[in-house]
């Protein structure tokens, strides 16, 4: 039986399951911390990545421990901002002009996480330096931000547009924001995966488009998201315990009713992680007062 999944976590806890030997070239560490649960995974070797399905590289999955799942104010909401920008922080270069890409579909909810953390960025590039008046502002880490929208909305791939972008801002980071698909129901909205490995766009929906990563963009690529789909055929496969043995399912993804509070309490917390991870100075009022 296999699954259908973004998470390296779930592929490696799929792996384990399925496998009478240890996992070698697959390094695992967690900790619990301000009601979350934190899980940073090392794919070390080519073979570990090829087991995996995931390119070599870090993986984190930080899982909420409360069942309500992300909140976009929490009780910890500031441990909790601190706890994401810190991983986005260590996984990327802290220093040049920082882009910010919102991946997905603004019409379609379960496939708006990008667009709307997209809108949530305190974009600071355009800011003039050492100009009379804007001295408060001359700290402040160039971010720039784009919602490229979908193939279907413009008729250009989404790695053509950030690709040309990157050409001409020359970022020394990509951080990329998607929608996630997971295969286990209770991780809908609980939890956010943050790598360095690049992303392939849609790929969780079989719809899997042009890579962004260091090889296409020239640029480190820091991909982060929400899993707020799962495929039918992967619960009915958990249900039962067996391989699907025909296909009515293969074209079915499940969302929560709720998907719109889940995207829109996921993306405001996401939105301050990132926000804080570019300007750490600032304080969650600050970012909040200036988006």
């Known amino acids: 039986m296999g699954i259908r999944t973004d998470l390296a976590l779930e592929k490696a806890q799929f792996l384990t399951k399925s496998s009478t030997q240890p996992l070698e070239g697959i390094q695992q560490k967690e900790y619990t911390k301000a009601d979350l649960k934190i899980t940073q995974i090392t794919v070390e070797s080519q073979e570990a990545a090829k087991a995996l399905g995931k390119p070599a590289g870090e993986y984190v999955t930080i899982e909420t421990l409360d069942s309500t799942g992300l909140d976009a104010y929490p009780d910890y909401l500031e441990e909790q901002v601190d706890i994401v920008a810190g991983e986005i922080s260590r996984l990327c270069d802290n220093t040049g002009t920082a882009l910010v890409v919102g991946l997905g579909n ?149 969302t929560p009713r709720s998907v719109d509070k889940l995207i829109e309490r996921s993306a405001k917390l996401i939105g301050l992680a990132i926000n804080k991870a570019f300007q750490p100075s600032m304080t969650i009022e600050d970012i909040t007062s200036l988006i």
């Open 106 to 254: 603004n019409d379609i909810t379960p496939d708006a996480l990008g667009p709307l953390v997209a809108k949530q960025i305190f974009a600071t590039r355009h800011i003039p330096v050492n100009m009379p008046g804007f001295e408060e502002f001359s700290h402040l880490r160039p971010v720039a931000v784009l919602a490229p929208g979908v193939l279907g909305q413009t008729g250009i791939e989404v790695a053509e547009i950030t690709k040309a972008v990157c050409a001409k801002i020359k970022p020394s980071v990509v951080v990329a924001v998607d929608a996630l698909a997971c295969a286990e129901i209770s991780r809908l909205g609980t939890t956010i995966q943050i790598s360095n490995t690049g992303i392939s766009p849609g790929s969780g929906v079989k719809n899997s488009r042009k890579e962004l990563s260091m090889t296409t963009l020239k640029a480190p690529v820091i991909a982060l998201g929400v899993p707020t789909v799962v495929d039918m055929q992967t619960i009915a496969e958990n249900v039962f315990n067996q391989e699907s043995v025909n296909n009515e399912y293969k074209d079915f993804m499940v």
